[in-house]
């Protein structure tokens, strides 16, 4: 199956809400969730986008997510089932991406598009800021729980993509650890620590997250996840 860049977005942090609004959904916060549409070549460096930006450095941005990458198709099932307009763009993507899922999808892969060449470091691990953003507060629980994350690129040779490229495979190293396997052990309420292990093993995972697991293993822990899925939004 052919991989397709429908689109490409980049976009700056933007401060928006009200600080004195009574709903904690309504306040004011900044993000760079934001994306739009850019159209003609588009220069992709080791950390990301030529525009594009990033608010929290803690969380987004670096060489190991320099471009975040979502399916196109799941935008049609999160209309369908949550009767919103959460459109292309919405989930903050860089790349969005046609005919591609999280179990079409392994770490590892590397892709020839256009003149840069990429290749899979991560899943996404959602936050609250797309639940902030549509008012949807179980939104991050939804994106984890259906297992669209989407999932991020480390860019290995720098050059200049466009909208309409075909992604052309050059590698697949680790065909076994699709995105939506990777969800399923990161994200299980009843974690099976030996997969945990093998998976951290997984040499071109992030390293951030390979630490992250290996934490995980030793102290044999099921991480408290409210602050990321709800944050500020209760």
């Known amino acids: 199956m052919e991989f397709l860049l429908n689109k490409v977005f980049a976009g700056q942090p933007k401060t ?5 609004a009574a709903s904690l959904m309504d306040r004011e916060w900044t993000s760079a ?15 990301g986008l030529a525009g594009d930006g990033v608010f929290d450095t803690e969380h987004h941005g670096g060489p190991e997510k320099a471009v975040f ?3 196109s198709e799941h935008y049609v099932d999160w209309q369908k089932e949550l009767d919103s307009h959460i459109g292309p763009g919405a989930m903050g993507e860089n790349f969005l991406m046609e005919n591609a899922r999280e179990d079409l999808i392994s ?3 590397t892709f020839q598009i ?3 060449v ?3 470091s991560q899943p ?6 797309p639940a902030r953003r549509f008012k949807i507060k179980t939104l991050a629980l939804l994106i984890q729980n259906t297992g669209r994350t989407g999932w991020y690129f480390r860019v290995l040779k720098e050059g200049f993509v466009e909208a309409g490229q075909s992604f052309t495979l050059l590698e697949r190293p680790y065909p076994q650890w699709t995105i939506r396997k990777c969800n399923e052990i990161i994200h299980s309420r009843k974690p099976n620590f030996e997969e945990m292990r093998e998976l951290a093993r997984c040499e071109l995972l992030a390293p951030g997250l390979r630490t992250t697991l290996g ?3 030793k102290k044999r822990e099921i991480p408290d996840i409210t602050k990321r899925v709800y944050g500020p939004n209760e």
């Not at 969730?33 to 950390?47: C, L, Q, R, Y």
Request: overall charge negative; glycine content about 12%.
């Open 16 to 20: 928006v809400g009200d600080k004195d």
């Open 33 to 47: 969730i934001f994306k739009e549409p850019v159209e003609g070549s588009n220069w992709v460096g080791k950390t």
């Open 69 to 71: 990458a979502y399916a």
């Open 107 to 109: 770490i590892g892969d």
């Open 114 to 116: 256009g003149e840069a």
């Open 118 to 120: 990429v290749q899979v």
């Open 124 to 129: 996404r691990q959602p936050c609250w800021k």
């Open 215 to 217: 934490e995980r293993i």
